[in-house]
């Protein structure tokens, strides 16, 4: 079993930034691909990032790139998700979760998953 807890979040205005943090607890955390997903209000929960386990290969959703940036720490069986010039259509619940077994960007593919942390951008 795997428990995944989320931190960081909380309100900028448009164009600060925010690191989310996700620890891990159980074993394995090292051969683990990790991803964060988002969920506004009535909207579906959608990709943001990934990262393999080695933290040698990271995928964005498009809406992100350039501006994200997600990365593992092993050793401290975490990973992070650095978000820069934040808008205000970033607003949502932040998860983290992991592994993955099929499409990154399909949730269905992602096995644990942690409670989510609020971002809130405004004007």
């Known amino acids: 079993q795997v428990q995944l807890v989320e931190s960081g979040g909380g309100s900028v205005q448009t164009g600060g930034s925010l690191r989310l943090s996700c620890a891990a607890t159980g074993r394995d955390f090292d051969s683990y691909s990790m991803g964060w997903f988002r969920q506004a209000p009535g909207k579906k929960r959608i990709f943001v990032a990934a990262?393999?386990?080695?933290?040698?290969?990271?995928h964005y959703a498009d809406f992100v790139k350039g501006r994200f940036t997600i990365s593992k720490d092993n050793a401290k069986s975490s990973v992070y998700l650095q978000m820069n010039s934040l808008k205000p259509e970033d607003t949502a619940v932040y998860f983290c979760?992991?592994?993955?077994?099929?499409?990154?960007?399909?949730?269905?593919?992602?096995?644990?998953w942690g409670q989510g942390t609020q971002v809130t951008v405004s004007s």
């Open positions: 990262i393999t386990r080695e933290g040698d290969m990271t």
């Open positions: 979760t992991g592994p993955c077994s099929g499409d990154f960007d399909d949730p269905q593919s992602w096995d644990y």
